[in-house]
């Protein structure tokens, strides 16, 4: 199949014979087929003439390319047949011998085991040579797969063939036609090699400006730091975290090559962002880019990028596109951070925090307290402008207790961005949260250190306007002008097929190239998580689907996530791999995290403890277990903590 890139570059991998960019010419006896998909093949009978194959409609570029060509030979042999790299094409049954003036490179068996590489221009190291003559390349042999580049840099060809590479002194003749066979027709019947073409590239020398994606919060995972509480070394972007796939495969279309110049940057959510800019930093230094880069950010993801430059200037940075990017705050961080409440995302959005808040929280430690030490970058997403309305009045931000000080500080001082930045946004959804209306906390949240600066008062608190339904337009555009329109909600602006094209226009790419991703609307989820010795087991209430069959299972981490939960009744299992005490959590996320704890020991070799989980409120229930835990069986989680 040919696939066309960027700055011309052209690919067939041979599982079809695209004849818009081929003419086949079989000849008498001759045969041109694709094998298994995947080769394509030139053979013929014993005869007078060999097939001919000349690639048509495609204009090389003008120069820094390269040409690269996986292929072999087999079978005997009595005369000559092979792989042409040219600025002519010769006419089909031809009587005449090939000869140096009809080829720039050639790739020639000389018998059934030599293959002959050979040019009609001197190499650098040729003595006396005179271009136009028969100049001897190399060597190979004809049995095994050999792959050939030919770049031309600068004035001059680079041609690489079993590691050595062999320069020419010039490229005054250009390489325009690549023709495979042999068009001659001879005087005497011949025994023909077949060739084989694995396949066929032609790509512009690397010009691209590398591309760094900036995934939004909660979108890099690194279970074993978020169960530690540890900083974690492995953070990446998993699978099932499908949101970013668009973006990166349509660069990989536009001719981007991961980890050459297109990266995606997993980060630490937790961290505040100026020690995000350090990670980002540290990240681009690694990489050994050399040149400026575009950076983009989703969300979170734009407020790293732009502290990245805003912290160690721009003069690494081409241009900073932010999508849906909180540069004036965001209205959920403030359920999150005074409330421990989740007003917005989706379940891979929320559902590391609540476990890492689960099971690294202090004996004493409240939830709030436990959200803002495990995750004090929640501060830096505050609103930066009044939202909070007591009765009439709105509240200043000077007057609030908790505040974001650091995005404030860095709108201050964005005119070292310069035109760097572009803020993409969308205005599509009319309900998003612009506002709070707030009340005095009572005394019992007071005692949870919830609601310091008000409790949003019941019923429906929030003020409401342009926005992607997380982030209002007015934070999306901050202090950066007026950006650009995307469409959709706040996780359709980095995937789907129109927003992702508007973003290479604004680099100048070809927006066809441009792929959707998948997206994820589920909110919901079921966790459970082993701390201890044993094994976790989850399956539903009839034992039919478990483990990976069921949902999400990192059985080296203990634990099983539930995406899209229903409230349904689980079983669980503990199974002894070792003795000892454990603790299972258990719990489900949506608008809050709502946790269960069961405790046992295993004793036994072979232990295994089963209990059902009651989707409605997280009730565990023991099953044939020892009688030594028939006691905590639905006891409250504050219960189960005093009993552990």
Not at 222 to 230: K, P, R, V, W
Not at 389 to 408: A, P, W
Request: charged residues 20%.
């Amino acid at each position: 199949m040919v696939i066309f890139g960027a700055g011309n570059s052209f690919s067939d991998d041979f599982s079809t014979l695209d004849t818009t960019f081929w003419n086949p010419i079989p000849n008498d006896g001759g045969s041109i087929k694709i094998e298994n998909n995947q080769f394509l093949t030139l053979s013929a009978e014993y005869g007078y003439s060999f097939p001919y194959l000349l690639l048509k409609n495609y204009v090389f570029p003008d120069k820094d390319y390269s040409i690269e060509m996986n292929y072999r030979f087999s079978g005997d042999l009595s005369y000559g047949n092979g792989i042409v790299f040219s600025d002519r094409e010769l006419d089909n049954g031809t009587p005449l011998d090939i000869r140096s003036e009809d080829l720039i490179f050639a790739v020639w068996p000389i018998n059934s085991t030599t293959v002959d590489i050979s040019s009609s221009l001197c190499l650098q190291t040729s003595l006396g040579c005179i271009n136009g003559t028969y100049v001897h390349i190399a060597n190979t042999s004809s049995l095994d797969w050999k792959n050939i580049v030919i770049k031309e840099i600068g004035n001059h060809y680079e041609l690489t063939i079993d590691n050595n590479t062999f320069l020419t002194k010039d490229s005054s003749r250009k390489i325009s036609k690549i023709w495979i066979g042999n068009p001659q027709r001879t005087t005497n019947p011949q025994i023909w090699a077949t060739i084989w073409i694995d396949y066929l590239r032609v790509n512009p020398e690397n010009t691209n400006i590398p591309i760094i994606i900036l995934p939004g919060f909660g979108g890099s995972w690194d279970i074993g730091a978020i169960l530690d509480g540890t900083a974690g070394n492995n953070w990446n972007v998993p699978s099932f975290v499908k949101n970013y796939d668009g973006i990166m495969q349509s660069f990989r279309n536009a001719g981007y090559v991961d980890n050459t110049d297109l990266f995606i940057f997993p980060y630490d959510w937790r961290k505040p962002l100026t020690n995000l800019a350090d990670d980002l930093k540290s990240f681009i230094d690694g990489k050994n880019l050399t040149g400026k880069i575009d950076l983009i950010g989703h969300s979170m993801g734009g407020l790293v990028a732009r502290s990245y430059a805003q912290k160690y200037g721009v003069e690494r940075v081409n241009k900073i596109l932010t999508a849906g990017s909180p540069h004036l705050g965001v209205i959920d961080t403030y359920g999150l951070w005074e409330g421990a409440k989740i007003w917005d995302g989706v379940w891979w959005e929320n559902v590391l925090l609540e476990i890492a808040t689960e099971v690294n929280s202090g004996a004493d430690e409240s939830k709030v307290a436990a959200i803002r030490r495990v995750s004090p970058s929640i501060i830096d997403l505050f609103p930066t402008v009044p939202f909070l309305i007591s009765g009439e009045v709105t509240q200043g931000i000077d007057t609030m207790i908790q505040k974001n000080g650091y995005l404030g500080t860095l709108n201050q001082n964005v005119g070292a961005l310069g035109d760097k930045l572009t803020p993409f946004w969308s205005e599509d959804i009319n309900v998003t949260k612009n506002n709070i209306k707030i009340t005095t906390r009572s005394d019992a949240d007071s005692l949870e250190g919830k609601w310091e600066d008000g409790k949003p008062i019941e019923g429906d608190a929030f003020g409401k306007t342009l926005g992607d339904g997380t982030v209002t337009k007015e934070s999306a555009v901050g202090p950066f002008g007026t950006g650009e329109k995307l469409t959709g909600w706040h996780g359709d602006l980095l995937s789907t097929q129109n927003n992702i094209g508007k973003i290479f226009q604004k680099l100048e790419l070809d927006p066809d190239f441009a792929v959707s991703s998948e997206t994820d609307s589920r909110r919901k989820s079921f966790v459970a998580i082993l701390r201890s010795p044993g094994t976790l087991e989850v399956c539903d209430k009839l034992l039919i689907n478990c483990n990976d069959e069921l949902g999400l299972y990192f059985p080296e981490f203990k634990l099983f996530i539930l995406p899209g939960y229903e409230d349904e009744d689980l079983s669980v299992k503990v199974k002894e791999s070792g003795l000892g005490s454990y603790t299972l959590h258990v719990g489900k996320v949506e608008d809050e995290g709502w946790w269960n704890r069961a405790v046992g020991n295993l004793e036994n070799a072979g232990q295994v403890d089963k209990y059902l989980v009651s989707g409605s409120d997280m009730t565990i229930e023991i099953v044939n277990n020892p009688p030594v835990l028939s006691a905590i069986g639905s006891k409250s989680t504050d219960e189960l903590k005093t009993l552990s």
